[in-house]
């Protein structure tokens, strides 16, 4: 579990995150959501310890998140960035594999939670390719059960941080992802999700937290925060909000 209090980035003398205060909840999924250069990136970064923050404080399971040591925090928080790059001609399986790094669960223990990481991505049938043949889609897919295999199975409160993980998917796999993310959290996980799709959010999230010049707009539900009033100072958007035929979420509809 992460909280954040009063957290605040500059960069370059310019203020680019200001007044976060948030907890990532286990059990639950936190989408952000918010147009370019909102501060979405940012604050993920900021929350792994990528970033160095101004002002505010950061909690990892209730201790500082600087208190940890880099394989501790590697246990407890995984992030998956924008973009993820590999150079060499590494199997599938084995670079799902590498999400076991901080982990001394044993051989047989990690053949099993990499196998069930590439079920959940929909990437079980990639396992022997080699990475450098995959698709744009087919790495990102490789790269979520890589940061799924560092959690797996997600009890426990650990900590999920996806930028954008939908971002080269097809219709099917933005959902199957999704699925996988919203699975992780019913077991136990906490989860922070950037996306751009506003259905998505409203279907897969808890939470949603609605950024606007790296400030928080707002913070609810999808029922709170998916609203025409907000969409339109935020994005510009004019849209309709219904509710879905069969789910009961807000569904966005532009004008």
Known sequence: MIKAEQVSVYRDGKC???DIDLTLEPG?????????GAGKSTLLGALCGELKTTQGQLWLDDQPLSHWTGQQRARRLAVLPQTSTLSFAFKV?????????????????????????????????????SYLALSGGERQ?????????QLWPGEGGQTLLLDEPTSMLDPLHQHTTLQAVREFADRGGAVLVI???????????????????????????PDAVLVPEALKAVFGLEVLVQRHPERGHPLIIAR
């Open 28 to 36: 639950q999924v936190l989408g952000v959501l918010g147009p370019n």
């Open 93 to 129: 399986q084995e670079v799902v594999a590498m999400g076991r790094l901080p982990h001394d669960s044993g051989q047989h223990r990690d053949a099993e939670i990499i196998q069930a990481a590439l079920a959940a991505a929909d990437a079980l049938h990639l396992q022997d390719r």
């Open 195 to 221: 996306l751009h799709d506003l259905n998505l959010a409203a279907r897969y999230c808890d939470r949603l937290l609605l950024l606007e010049s790296g400030r928080p707009f707002a913070l609810g539900t």
């Open 141 to 149: 897919r490789v790269h979520l059960a890589r940061v799924l295999a």
């Open 16 to 18: 680019v995150l200001a």
